[in-house]
């Protein structure tokens, strides 16, 4: 992310003085046009500086942002459509994140569905302080997957 930042000063060396002005025609020799001064009065190389660097931006974000919403989504999807199951709890480990002031979680399920044959799945979920001693190895929860993905969400569903 710092290198537009670096462009977008690189673009005002006209301004800077000879000094500047002579770094900008040297480069222009180079690279014939990233000076050029547009309407607006931002060289061509500021101008697209300044757009990279909001491209940038706006995609952190929204993996920021997005990625949790995402799988909180496909969350209550499987809590509402997934077929219930059992899972043993084989290991919880925090991620590090917080989410108002508890823990995001990363927990690994042996699920035992009632019509084949036990796998393991990963899933996260925020605790609340009050349930992580409830959240520990070799603990039974109620589950619910999909059969095709083997998405696991914890919980009971929809009478949740």
Same mark, same amino acid.
């Given at each position: 992310m710092w290198v537009?930042?670096? @462009?977008?000063?690189? !673009?005002?060396?006209?301004?800077? +003085?000879s000094a500047g002005r002579d770094f900008a025609a040297w480069v222009d020799q180079i690279v014939p046009g990233l000076f050029t001064v547009l309407?607006? !009065? /931002?060289?061509?190389?500021? =101008? $697209?500086?300044?757009?990279?660097?909001? /491209?940038?931006?706006?995609?952190?974000?929204?993996f920021l942002f997005g990625t949790p919403l995402w799988a909180a989504y496909r969350n209550r999807? $499987?809590?509402?459509? +997934?077929?219930?199951?059992? +899972?043993?709890? *084989?290991?919880? *480990?925090? =991620? !590090? *994140?917080? @989410? #108002?002031? #508890?823990? *995001?979680?990363r927990i690994t399920l042996e699920v035992t569905p009632s019509d084949g044959r036990p796998f393991l799945a990963e899933t996260e979920m925020v605790i609340k302080q009050a349930q992580i001693p409830q959240i520990q190895p070799d603990t039974v929860v109620p589950v619910r997957y999909n059969p095709d993905t083997l998405e696991v969400a914890i919980g009971e569903g929809p009478g949740r």
């Open positions: 537009p930042f670096i @462009f977008i000063f690189v !673009g005002m060396a006209p301004e800077l +003085g309407p607006w !009065g /931002a060289t061509l190389l500021t =101008t $697209v500086a300044f757009a990279l660097t909001f /491209a940038l931006m706006f995609t952190a974000m929204a999807v $499987v809590l509402r459509s +997934g077929r219930p199951a059992e +899972g043993r709890i *084989v290991s919880a *480990v925090p =991620t !590090g *994140v917080r @989410f #108002n002031h #508890n823990p *995001v979680t």
